[in-house]
């Protein structure tokens, strides 16, 4: 890719920098996880009856989330927006001659997406991720990439260890989704090798423990304590490598036809989610409800739907609908829609 820049230039589609098809789909994996958290909230699950004075409800189901899905897939989100913030960076070093003033568009834009979102779901990360992503954008873009990676990880220990996670860790997860970036991640992780499997090992052996520690902490959802939060981090590590590993394997097939095609239209995916759980919220008393299951079915079916009309949009455009907006605010020029050649950004 190349081009004497004009920060107006939209670039076409092509790319000799490869196509990375695991963090693809380890980012569709990662909206499969986020749905079944944003879910719950959206539809406000069984908060009416709360409210009205009802008795808290055992709910095994809400509990398999609290030890399989909270607090696990939003570090990996935060960490993935991270390498795409190094990714697209270098990308359009290479592109244009004022690559910073580029990346600041597309954060500005994806805060405005964010913004448009909040009246479906006032909960949405997208303005969150779009403003850090702004204060974090000097320290990647100028900083030593071991400066960045150590950056990272040290503000992410600070904030679990002090915050219990929460927004004070998205800084750190994004520097260190950069840091490890510039270092290769990428490719270690599509080719899964020694490394991976010996960390995979090494957050298998430290789960037990979290798991033991987030169990024996009182307060249900472990977003609201030390110890679910630190579980969510070292599952987050698990998911992430055991995929990587699986990806080596036959499975590999299974895994890229689900999930590869909604992590390529992750934020339309995103966002058409939350939109979709609003409107069922709207219609369905989920707030007097005692169980999550019926949040859940809801949830893996729009995935599934979502999976398939994924792929067959991506038959025939580049981009999905809210990343062609996105790309088109990043470059203010429309970008190529209509599928031509294969993207590889």
Known sequence: MSAPDTALAAPTPTSTRPRWRF?????????FGILLVNAVDITRLGMARVMEGGA??????????????QTRFVPIFVFLFGMSLWIVLDGARARSSRPVLVLVRRLVALSVIGGLL?????????IEYGVVGLLMLPVVAFAPRWATLAGGAALTIVAYAMFGGGLP?????????????????????ESSGRVVGI???????????ALVW??????????????????GLVMAVLYTTGLALLWRTPARRVIAAVFEPLGRMALTNYVGAAIVVALAALVVDFGHMTSAAPVVIMAVVLIAVQSVLSRL????????????????ATWLRPATMRRRVAVTE
Do not use: C
């Open 56 to 69: 808290p409800v055992d709910d095994p189901v809400l509990d398999a989330l609290y030890l399989t899905v």
């Open 199 to 209: 960390v995979f090992a090494a957050a298998a052996v430290l789960t037990v423990p």
């Open 214 to 231: 987030q169990l024996s902490t009182p307060g249900g959802d472990p977003r609201f304590s030390t110890a679910g939060s630190v579980a």
């Open 118 to 126: 909040m009246i479906a779901y006032p909960g949405n990360v997208l």
């Open 23 to 31: 963090i693809d789909s380890l980012r569709g994996f990662a909206v």
């Open 313 to 328: 949009w991506l038959r025939h455009f580049v981009y999905g609908p809210v990343e062609w907006l996105w790309r088109t």
């Open 169 to 189: 860790s998205v800084p750190g997860l994004i520097l260190l989704g950069a840091g490890a970036t510039a270092y290769g991640l990428p490719k270690a992780l």
